[in-house]
């Protein structure tokens, strides 16, 4: 190859690689735990329709959607203890299960830092709350944190699809 064909391919792969759609994630606390390892590598390409897979800067993270909007996962979290918080039980039809904590952030008019809120369902609130579920009884933990945005353009049902990766982390407890 020519010097010329190669500084030109070299300069079209610097171009597509300045395209690649890059989600920033801090890792979690222990994104090192191998079960991490097993939980990305177990992950959908697609979380359904425009949720395509996007690809992040720390080990044990995944992304999809836009890079503006995008639903996070991070493996390695602190396991949560025995909670009050709300708890539910996703099931997939080939009988796969997670707990889920469920956690809501209101998202304040005047675009200052969320705050808590008690709303703790999806489908009631709609595009009004960016959305965090942490997987309960396993060991590293999951979370999942779901924009506002996306929650109003569909429902969180998308995250059966997360099950089974997630159910590579053994459940050693289980929503009461």
Known sequence: MSLRR?????????????????????AAEYAQDPECARVILALPDSLGDGLDRLDTTSQATAAWGTPDQAVVLRC???????TTEQC???ETASGATVDWLVRAESL???GTSPSPTATLDPASD????????????????IEVQVPA???????????????????Q???DRSCV
């Open 6 to 26: 190669t500084v030109a391919f070299g300069g079209v792969v610097l171009i597509l690689s300045g395209c690649a759609q890059t989600v920033g994630v801090p």
């Open 76 to 82: 390695g979290v602190e396991p949560p203890g025995p």
């Open 88 to 90: 539910v039980t996703m």
């Open 108 to 110: 304040p008019a005047d």
């Open 126 to 141: 709609p595009g009004g709350s960016d959305w965090t579920f942490l997987s309960y009884g396993r060991d590293p933990a």
């Open 149 to 167: 945005a996306v929650v109003g353009d569909r429902s969180t049902t998308f995250l059966d699809a997360l099950v089974p990766a997630v159910s």
């Open 169 to 171: 982390v053994p459940a």
